[in-house]
């Protein structure tokens, strides 16, 4: 009779899987209370564009280099939330007759509400971690946020 197969010895995830998942499940929660806050028309790509820390004066270019995707799946995604009523693009204020992107009021409100979403997100991670080992995860995630690791 032959052994059964055994799983392999499990080694800690590394720091790709331990980032993205939480963010993953952040993502999937404020999809979840958007929509039951009346923002049912966003969905995930949504939040590449109405990310922290928003749209406002931004030229798509700039959106589509900070989301990682091409200029052409940015302006589909601006297009898309245009006709939702979350932004709009007008011409760029300087002589560059560039394009930049704005919240609207309906986007601002979507914002806020993200934001509301995620104190509470942070509410229950510091119930779940303890507020002293919560404060020290935010802590060493933002010494990193502004070195040459994350640009």
Do not use: C
């Amino acid at each position: 009779m032959p052994s059964p197969i055994e799983d392999p010895p499990r080694k800690p995830p590394l720091i790709g899987a331990l980032l993205r998942v939480p963010a993953m499940a952040i993502h999937r929660k404020l999809i979840r209370e958007l929509r039951a806050s009346g923002f049912e028309d966003l969905s995930p790509p949504h939040m590449a564009v109405i990310q922290y820390p928003g749209p406002d004066g931004l030229r798509p270019s700039a959106l589509a280099e900070r989301a990682a995707m091409s200029k052409q799946a940015m302006n589909q995604l601006l297009k898309t939330l245009e006709a939702m009523g979350y932004i709009r693009r007008s011409t760029a204020p300087d002589e560059s007759g560039g394009t930049i992107v704005n919240f609207t009021d309906r986007g601002r409100a979507a914002y806020q509400k993200m934001a509301d979403i995620l104190l509470d997100i942070e509410r229950e991670w510091a119930e779940e971690l303890g507020s002293k080992r919560f404060h020290e995860l935010k802590m060493l995630l933002g010494d990193l946020w502004d070195t040459p690791l994350i640009r």
